[in-house]
Nanobody, 126 residues
Framework: QVTVVESGGGSVQTGGSLRLSCVVR????????VAWFRQAPGEERVGVAG??????????FYEDFVKGRFTISQDYDLNSVYLQMNDLKPDDSGNYYC?????????????????WGQGTQVIVSS
């Protein structure tokens, strides 16, 4: 059984940084993509960034609103994906979810991944 576990959330002030971690365990074959999603209270879950994990040099991809501020990376051997978040803004607040194994459609579509973690909370205060 595949498990996805996030960590690294917390509370920071505007302009601060956080690094989120995601570990994927239990897959019988290599996971193809891992992505991060964000959900603010009362809002829909939206994609933030993702990365191809089928190779050690897998390419990253981002939503426009985090480009230049967030960096997604992976440790191929540890089945781990990281999201470095810099220059955080209050609008970045929410629960951040890691999702693994893309199945179809848009790579940052919240309905297009099979395995999900429980989420980690990020609070950015002004």
């Amino acid at each position: 059984q595949v498990t996805v576990v996030e960590s690294g959330g917390g509370s920071v002030q505007t302009g601060g940084s956080l690094r989120l971690s995601c570990v994927v365990r239990g897959a019988s074959k290599r996971i193809n993509y891992v992505a991060w999603f964000r959900q603010a209270p009362g809002e829909e879950r939206v994609g933030v960034a993702g990365i191809y994990t089928g190779a050690a040099d897998g390419g990253p991809f981002y939503e426009d609103f985090v480009k230049g501020r967030f960096t997604i990376s992976q440790d191929y051997d540890l089945n781990s994906v990281y999201l470095q978040m810099n220059d955080l803004k209050p609008d970045d607040s929410g629960n951040y979810y890691c999702a693994a194994q893309w199945r179809t459609g848009w790579l940052l579509g919240p309905h297009n991944y099979i395995h999900w973690g429980q989420g980690t909370q990020v609070i950015v205060s002004s």
